[in-house]
């Protein structure tokens, strides 16, 4: 570890990391020795993490090492945070105003809804089946690759067999495509993806935008896609310092686009890398490691590596096999609370996971635990930033800021009722909001400009009219703007818009829970003070003036759209049992971890392209562990309504001897209390 974060900083560095390794402290203690050894500013470092949660813990750690205002110079954040703010200070060198909206997966989801209506027909004749979610997800891996939909169409005429389903369906997303971008700019927006893209964009095309960072540090390589990986590139164009930590094991979201290959084309581009490996584990017995590693090194095109640990041996994991789903249901539900008995109170209920390959395996966990009255929940639950209070509120705010995004106009007109919204609209009778977007279209203006001059009776109105109910959604606007635009903080602003449109009544008439989502609303007030004070203890540290201007509100507005991982699990503040899919629990670990259905069709998936990287999945669910590892599966299955015989997944086969099947509990407690505390002993030491 020290060999790692002594490493000079005009040699490129990857630093391997297995899991458990220690891999966020050797990252910001590299970043303190950056600064006070080899006396780089912190204003001139940039660290690229891929969660906010990932960024709040290296900021965290930092600020006790080299203390909060040196720790608040370094450019730290995920990748479309750190493009965001960029793009927010030089709008105009990519084409783009700097009041620009960030386009939330909801909103892109419906404007691809509406431009595959036209396809209807047409699709309908071939009996091709296209969602806007498959549309979306393959524009976004487009993207991911640095494509343009001029790059996909042009791909679709050079097609030898343009008859087939495929390239049709290639036609249709292509042009689709095009014009969803057309949308976007129209209404001054940018997707997630899209961040990315005009980041690369400014960088690449705009060197001086980039002659402030003397070291570009990146967290979990391997998951980066080639947009990212040409950014990372780009910003590290003036000094070629770069540091990135990352394991090729742990490489699982190749569905997401991430591309493993960036290790090489690292390299290359970087011929002077030299690579260290971390491979002391602090978080798992040896037991634990030495199945996991027997699972991963299956894959012989692997980078050589192991891991070893301080922690003892520990109890050998067990495998247990079933005759049906609910009998292992059955197992987990009676198993944890055996060991919570048994433990005398050491293990409590949050210190299970049951790890899943799909949500869908839930259902009989979910009842056989609450059989047991064993309280549980589901990680990665409903995102904050997703609930009906809070979008209703950051669309005024989104609308406020840029008056030009045509969906935060369709639902906040609406918002309270006045008879004029998407439902009306849809009848194509009253038309309000299409006749009102299209005029803005037509007039090359706002929508809130449009809805101005209606009021104002400085253009004819539409039919029906809508003058008369536009009395109580165009004065508060006006106020909202000169208070935005004044300078007000996002907190007062929401206060005051709560006050303006007595929103909290609109809640009680429409929402029986009314009172929760008022709470929610309370804790975007406070959401909006926390982003308000970070946002006013940021220095700025560019030797050029920017044409972008950032006020309070769109600061608070950039935050909250980039609060991906953001979650309300709807705790109470007791422990409980966690249920999560393998994907949600990386980064994560519990001291007993139990991973049902490791079978084939599910491990690995039967819709998996990748069965490598479906290897390396079971691998890391299996490193969330500390203490206990269970691995368990079916021999006959509940599917769509059928009982299917199972087999166990080809994964297990070199776990012979490193696993015991089934249960022998005298030889099995003897390890349980040592192991827990000794591994609770070595984690509090790094």
């Known amino acids: 570890m020290h060999i790692a974060v002594q490493h000079p900083p005009s040699i490129p560095l990857q630093i391997l990391a297995g899991p ?37 813990e290296m900021r965290e750690r930092l600020t006790k090492l080299i203390g909060k205002a040196q720790t608040s110079q370094i450019k730290m954040g995920t990748f479309h945070a750190l493009c965001a703010t960029f793009l927010r200070r030089y709008p105009r060198l990519v084409g783009v105003e700097g009041n620009f909206t960030v386009c939330d997966a909801d909103e892109s989801k419906k404007i691809v809804k509406k431009l595959l209506e036209k396809y209807k027909q047409f699709l309908v004749e071939r009996d091709i089946s296209l969602k806007e979610a498959t549309v979306l997800s393959m524009i976004s891996k ?25 390239a049709e369906i290639d036609r249709v997303v292509a042009e689709i495509y095009g014009e969803y971008e057309r949308i976007l700019r129209r209404n001054n ?32 390589f391997q998951d980066t896609n080639t947009v990212q990986y040409e950014l990372m590139k780009c910003i590290a164009a003036a000094n070629k310092c770069v540091t990135i930590v990352g394991d090729p094991d742990q490489s699982i979201y190749g569905w997401r686009s991430a591309e493993i290959e960036n290790l090489e084309r690292m390299q290359k581009d970087f011929p002077t890398t030299q690579q260290i490996f971390l491979e002391q584990n602090y978080r798992s017995t040896a037991s634990i490691l030495a199945a996991s590693m027997a699972i991963v090194s299956q894959d012989n095109t692997r980078v050589p590596k192991t891991l070893r640990t301080s922690c003892p041996t520990g109890p050998t994991p067990v495998l247990q096999s079933f005759p049906y789903d609910n009998n292992e249901a059955a197992f987990i539900a009676a198993e944890i609370k055996r060991l919570v008995a048994v433990t005398g109170g050491m293990l409590g209920w949050g210190d299970f996971v ?104 400085k253009t004819p109105d539409i039919k029906p009219p809508v003058k008369r109910k536009l009395a109580s959604f165009l004065p508060p606007l006006r106020e909202l703007r000169k208070l935005a635009q004044s300078g007000m903080q996002p907190p007062d602003l929401i206060r005051r818009f709560l006050d303006l449109i007595d929103y909290k009544s609109h809640l009680m008439k429409t929402q029986p829970d009314w009172e929760s989502r008022w709470d929610n609303v309370q804790e975007l007030i406070n959401y909006a003070s926390e982003v308000e004070i970070t946002a006013s203890s940021q220095q700025r540290d560019y030797d050029d003036v920017s044409d972008g201007e950032d006020t309070p509100l769109r600061l ?81 299955r509940m599917v769509s309504g059928e009982v299917k015989r199972k087999e166990p997944s080809d994964f297990l086969l070199p776990l012979h001897g490193q696993v015991r099947c089934g249960l022998q509990p005298n030889a099995f407690w003897r390890h349980v209390h040592f192991t827990l505390r000794t591994c609770s002993a070595i984690r509090h030491r790094i």
Request: charged share 25%.
């Open 354 to 457: 049951i790890l899943l390959r799909f949500n869908a395996l839930s259902r009989s966990i979910e009842s056989a635990l609450q059989k047991e009255g064993i309280p549980n929940r589901v990680l990665a639950g409903h995102k904050f930033f997703d609930r009906l209070e809070v979008k209703d509120i950051l669309a005024y705010l989104q609308f406020v800021d840029n008056p030009h995004f045509a969906p935060a106009f369709s639902r906040a007109i609406n918002v309270p009722g006045r008879s004029i919204g998407e439902k009306a609209s849809e009848t194509l009778e009253s038309g309000y909001i299409p006749d009102l977007l299209s005029a803005a279209q037509r007039l090359q203006i706002s929508p809130f400009e449009v809805v101005q001059r209606i009021y104002d009776g």
């Open 142 to 166: 487009a993207k991911a690759k640095g494509r343009s939909a001029i790059d996909l169409q042009e791909e679709h005429l050079n097609r030898d067999n343009r008859s087939s389903i495929t």
């Open 20 to 56: 458990g390794s220690g891999k966020t402290k050797v990252l910001t203690a590299r970043i303190a020795n950056l600064i006070s050894e080899h006396n780089i500013p912190p204003y001139a470092i940039c660290a690229v993490t891929f969660t906010n949660k990932a960024a709040s």
């Open 556 to 636: 608070f507005l950039q935050a909250s759209m980039l609060s991906t991982d953001t979650e309300t699990q709807g705790d109470d503040g007791k422990e409980k049992v966690t249920i999560a899919t393998c994907h949600a629990a990386k980064g994560l670990e519990w001291p007993v971890v139990m991973i049902p259905a490791v079978e084939k069709g599910t491990f690995p998936s039967s819709r998996a392209e990748d069965i490598h990287e479906e290897r390396r999945l079971l691998y890391v669910a299996c490193t969330r562990a500390q203490g206990l590892l269970y691995l368990s599966y079916s021999t006959a």
């Open 189 to 220: 927006s940018l997707d997630f993806d899209d961040l990315l893209v005009f980041g690369v964009k400014l960088f690449s095309g705009h060197r001086k935008v980039g002659l402030w960072c003397q070291h570009v540090l990146v967290d979990e």
